[in-house]
């Protein structure tokens, strides 16, 4: 996933600094093109933090100033930056030399990845577009 994350940087221009000291996970700057990444997590909580924050820039870079404006915003544009960082995850995988599409369990990779339940049915919805016509066997409705 590491060079899956580097394309995204090179493309997006952003700088990323790792802290150890920093007190949340991560932060964004879009006005600075700056991401800031707790590096006291474990590797595979900063991949999904920098995924994450990716997402803002990705998706709301000209926006930034709209996000403590209301919280609906706010918790739209969060919302925006998790299923981009879900996306990208399941991308990955779906690229793992040795992923098998009828082994994937959608309830084991939420948890796997400490991701809230109620992004289920995007799991289902991603997987099943990107599996159509793959022998899946309805693997997401059991």
């Given amino acids: ?8 940087i090179e493309i997006l221009q952003v700088t990323v600094v790792y802290d150890h000291e920093l ?4 932060y964004c700057f879009p006005n600075l093109n700056l991401i800031v990444i707790n590096s006291h997590n474990p590797e595979w909580q900063q991949q999904k933090d920098l995924l ?7 998706k ?3 926006d930034y100033k709209l996000y403590n404006l209301a919280f609906s915003l706010h918790s739209q544009m969060e919302n925006e930056a998790e299923e981009f960082m879900i996306e990208k995850v399941l991308e990955a995988k779906l690229n793992e030399p040795d992923f098998e599409p ?3 369990n959608y309830i084991n990779f939420l ?4 991701i809230e339940t109620k ?3 995007m799991v289902k ?8 016509g793959a022998k899946s066997g309805n693997i997401f409705f059991k």
């Fill in 125 to 132: 919805e991603f997987m099943t577009r990107y599996l159509v």
């Fill in 1 to 8: 996933m590491d060079s899956f994350i580097k394309k995204f």
């Fill in 60 to 62: 709301q870079r000209n």
């Fill in 111 to 114: 948890e796997s990845y400490e």
């Fill in 52 to 58: 994450h924050e990716l997402g803002h820039l990705a």
């Fill in 119 to 121: 992004y289920e049915p």
């Fill in 23 to 26: 007190k949340k996970d991560a």
């Fill in 102 to 104: 009828s082994s994937f």
